[in-house]
């Protein structure tokens, strides 16, 4: 695997695009063999290629603008864009000129390509496309058939959309006489829910920002392997090992690829799952109370030991790191807040039956109970077996917020015990 940078864009010449590129290639275990080289350093490859295809009359130089074709071709009553208005005018070169190569009028381009199968271009609907712009710097089609070349690349492999591309580079690598061309492969485009192409502005697409959320770079890249593609014994969850074992290009599906968040959320939980606990409590430090993570409570109120106590209850239950907050944020405050117009609050402790009666009775009996997981609960019990109702789920409400989560009591325990009679007072007051 060669890492090239294609940088033929001065544009988009900048350090934070080029991080985009290595980076997360770097986080998720995915390693190159040679590079990165950069298109930009080969400059003059790519220069060379275009003087020559000027030469030998592949190529031409046009001083129009895109209005000025779009122009001409409403004047002459044909579809906008170019249509050759500058071939044979022997127009030199300067500082407005670009370079358009010859497209052939007759002919077809037939790409062999893995996936898709036989896919045919007539040449006489390619218009002759930009090979160096107007600044002197040539295009990335004209760099890629040269780099390709150069480089001894056996397999392109990329996305369906840059299909309409090939047959320009074969064109080039033709008549540059480069030789033996690459296999093509031209994988589906990702969609979101709406069967929709991913998009920058409305999905979110990038691969740093789903690890910085707690996504294993194993489980990344194991959700990653599946999209257009699943092992013939239908097993998902599989160390990438296995995954290049059993991986096949020509399997590759032609159709669109649903990245589906909530496979991806099964497969990442699957991941921390099988992490040793004591992994677990280092890797989920930065997430517990870090900068990038939401927190409910003063830094200042956490204790480690009684994360780690819980730690193991806590990974059998969140599906990204970034969730560990939800499960334990009731642990390092004051005071929880209720949610008294959720499902939950209303069915397990508003519509619950003696449920004042059921708070009333915890705040008594933990008044003077021994502060214990144990004891804790069987308090509550005996206070539903007095009342004879279901206690333990308007306790739970009332001392952590929610209605489900983490096993309660022996974390209960940790808390002070006029911390949790406040919460219980607080929940009462509310009903």
């Known amino acids: ?127 002759d496309f930009v090979i160096r712009r107007s600044d002197g710097s040539p295009t990335f089609l004209v760099a890629n ?68 959320k707690g996504y294993l770079p194993e489980a990344m890249v194991n959700h990653l392997a599946l999209l257009g593609w699943g092992p013939p014994d239908e097993k998902e969850i599989r160390p990438i090992s296995e995954i290049i074992e059993l991986f096949k290009l020509e399997n590759v599906n032609k159709g669109s690829a649903f990245f589906d968040v909530t496979k991806l959320n099964h497969i990442n939980g699957e991941y921390i799952r099988a992490l040793p606990v004591e992994t677990f409590i280092e890797m989920a430090e930065p997430f517990v109370y870090g900068v990038d993570t939401e927190i409910t409570w003063d830094k200042d109120n956490y204790k480690p030991e009684v994360f780690e106590m819980v730690a193991g209850d806590v990974q059998q239950r969140v599906s990204t790191f970034s969730e560990i907050p939800h499960f334990i944020s009731w642990l390092f405050t004051d005071a929880v807040e209720y949610d008294t117009e959720s499902k939950g609050w209303n069915k397990g402790l508003r519509k619950a039956k003696k449920a004042p009666e059921i708070l009333d009775g915890i705040a008594e009996a933990f008044a003077d109970v021994q502060w214990t997981g144990e004891a804790m609960n069987a308090a509550v019990s005996e206070v539903g077996d007095r009342l004879e109702v279901r206690s333990q789920v308007p306790a739970r409400i009332a001392i952590t917020g929610t209605n489900a989560g983490i096993p309660l009591w022996d974390a209960a325990a940790t808390l002070d015990r006029d911390v949790v009679l406040r919460r219980l007072a607080a929940a009462r007051a509310l009903l």
């Open 145 to 212: 058939a040269v780099d390709d070349a150069d480089m001894s690349i056996s397999h392109v492999i990329r996305g369906e959309d840059l299909l309409n591309t090939t047959p320009k580079v074969m064109l080039l690598w033709d008549a540059l006489d480069l030789g033996e061309k690459p296999t093509y492969a031209h994988l589906p485009l990702l969609v979101n829910e709406q069967r929709k192409k991913l998009s920058k502005r409305r999905d979110d697409v990038s691969l740093m920002d789903f690890l910085s």
């Open 1 to 127: 695997m060669i890492l090239r940078i294609e940088d033929t864009d001065a544009a988009l010449r900048k350090p934070e695009f080029i991080d985009a590129i290595v980076k997360p290639l770097q986080t998720l275990g995915i390693t190159w063999d040679e590079g990165p080289y950069y298109q930009s350093q080969r400059k003059q490859f790519h220069v060379d290629a275009v003087e020559q295809l000027v030469a030998s009359g592949n190529a031409y130089f046009c001083n129009l603008t895109r209005d000025e074709a779009d122009a001409l071709a409403k004047e002459a009553g044909l579809p906008g864009g170019y249509h050759g208005w500058s071939r044979d005018k022997g127009i030199e070169d300067g500082p407005d000129c670009v370079v358009r190569f010859r497209t052939p009028d007759e002919g077809e381009i037939v790409i062999d390509d893995v996936i898709r199968g036989e896919v045919r271009f007539n040449t006489a609907e390619l218009e």
